[in-house]
């Protein structure tokens, strides 16, 4: 079975600070890699994905992730975080052959004025 | 246009009792997932429909859990006889196909709490 590891349950950047989320997966196949972002009270939304197209992958609200194959890591980074990027991240993989989710723990970013 | 529609959104019943959760997924959807989110377990997959069967039950963790999905559309997640461990966010997701690189898109989920 497919596993995500997310290195760092919190993470605390100032404003206007990069932002770096750890994401490292292990797979016998090339995965499937999603990145989630979750707002208190909400249900999860869809950052970015990867699916063996590019490997550096564009997503909303200026993030992007970069698919390494021989580090088996999927890195979420923002140049400048903002305020309202404080939430929570979930790294995912696909397995079972549908797309069903495997989540990582998930990280919290806090973000400081 | 509507997103997945979850409910009850919260949810607060005593130990043994029935609770049923229900799921709407974006209209025209034909998969839907259903998944746990707990403090001590992070997000764990319990079932995925495709129309109204059930390819992959392989999460629901006894056989207290069940879920159906009728028409297609709604689904109803019961769960039999709750116990405390059952307290958890219960979120639901919808995509368009069942393709591996599909997009999930997720409800608010329904905040169960069990006393």
């Known amino acids: 079975a497919q596993s995500v590891t997310q290195l760092g349950s919190h993470v605390s950047v100032s404003e206007g600070a990069l932002v770096l989320l750890r994401c490292n997966y292990s797979?016998?196949?090339?995965?499937?890699l999603f990145w989630y972002v979750q707002y208190p009270n909400q249900g999860l939304q869809l950052l970015l994905k990867?699916?063996?197209?590019?490997?550096l992958v564009k997503g909303i609200n200026g993030f992007e992730a970069e698919f390494k194959k021989s580090e088996t890591s999927f890195h979420l980074t923002k140049p400048s975080a903002h305020m309202r990027d404080a939430a929570e991240y979930f790294c995912?993989?696909?397995?079972?052959?549908?797309?069903?989710?495997?989540f990582g723990k998930g990280t919290m970013l806090l973000v400081s004025p | 246009g509507a997103g997945v529609s979850q409910s009850p959104s919260n949810k607060v019943t005593e130990k043994g009792k029935d609770v049923e959760l229900r799921c709407d997924p974006i209209?025209?959807?034909?998969?839907l997932y259903w998944y746990r989110q707990s403090l001590g377990q992070g997000l764990e997959f319990l079932i995925y429909?495709?129309?109204?069967?059930?390819?992959?039950k392989s999460g629901l963790p006894s056989d207290r859990f069940s879920a159906e999905r009728t028409g297609g559309s709604v689904s109803t997640l019961t769960i039999q006889r709750t116990q405390q461990e059952d307290s958890a966010v219960y979120l639901c997701?919808?995509?368009?196909?069942?393709?591996?690189?599909?997009?999930?898109?997720f409800g608010d989920g329904t905040r169960l709490s069990i006393l």
């Open positions: 990867y699916t063996s197209a590019a490997t």
């Open positions: 797979s016998s196949v090339p995965p499937y």
């Open positions: 997701a919808s995509s368009l196909e069942e393709q591996i690189s599909a997009d999930q898109h």
């Open positions: 209209s025209g959807h034909t998969a």
């Open positions: 429909f495709q129309g109204n069967s059930a390819p992959d």
């Open positions: 995912a993989v696909s397995d079972r052959g549908y797309s069903t989710l495997t």
